[in-house]
């Protein structure tokens, strides 16, 4: 399983834009890049995922290198809410399996 | 729509019992994932079941098996239980299980005395 590397924690002030590094050199073409999140005391959560373009929802926006190697989690208007443990991970499209192989993540704290 | 229910929340059992731990995914969805969640190995996938068959398997001992029911309901058991089972214990289902959004339940929270 390719391997992703996060730091271990950020912090960030209420309000503003929050990115989120992830590093992934060993990615392979059929690989999609996810991102959870676990918010205290509870299960993780999907956040967003993609391929190769830059993706966008209501929770936040995925922005690609064009060499695919890494990846930024951008959370436009942090709220205290956001706080929680943000997990990269890369899933092989072609490998017919729902495991999600977890790395340390990193520890969002966000400032009032 | 109903989210992933785990069963029971909590359970203190002592060394050397078994325990089944009950996941109820979101109706329609036929992967099953289970994790294992600690403070010093983080989250650990256990195993993955689709369709009542076991498709993936993460690296546990023996003493951690699962099953899934033909209404995609699955239970992990965990037998000859070790104080270092002490955990969360996480299970996400998904529609297709291949890259789909996986939806985690509650956990359970098992301590071993």
């Known amino acids: 399983d390719a391997k992703t590397t996060q730091p271990n924690s950020m912090e960030s002030n209420e309000e503003e834009p929050v990115h989120l590094p992830c590093n992934h050199s060993?990615?392979?073409?059929?690989?999609?890049i996810h991102w959870y999140r676990q918010l205290p005391s509870q299960g993780p959560e999907y956040v967003i995922h993609g391929l190769t373009s830059n993706v966008n929802n209501r929770m936040a926006s995925l922005a690609i290198a064009e060499d695919r190697k890494s990846s930024t989690l951008i959370l436009h208007r942090a709220t205290l809410r956001d706080a929680a443990v943000y997990y990269c991970i890369l899933r092989d499209v072609s490998s017919n399996t729902g495991k999600l192989i977890f790395g340390q993540g990193t520890t969002l704290q966000v400032k009032p | 729509k109903a989210g992933v229910t785990q069963t029971p929340r909590y359970l203190i059992k002592t060394r050397g019992q078994q325990v089944t731990l009950s996941c109820s995914p979101i109706?329609?969805?036929?992967?099953v994932s289970w994790y294992q969640q600690t403070p010093g190995q983080g989250l650990q996938f256990l195993f993955e079941?689709?369709?009542?068959?076991?498709?993936n398997k993460g690296n546990f001992p023996g003493r951690f098996s699962g099953r899934q029911f033909s209404n995609s309901r699955s239970e992990m058991n965990v037998s000859t239980l070790e104080l270092g089972d002490s955990a969360l214990y996480l299970c996400a289902s998904s529609f297709q299980g291949d890259f789909a959004e996986a939806f985690f339940g509650q956990g359970t929270r098992l301590t071993v005395v």
């Open positions: 079941y689709f369709s009542e068959t076991q498709r």
């Open positions: 060993t990615i392979s073409g059929t690989d999609y």
């Open positions: 109706s329609g969805h036929r992967s």
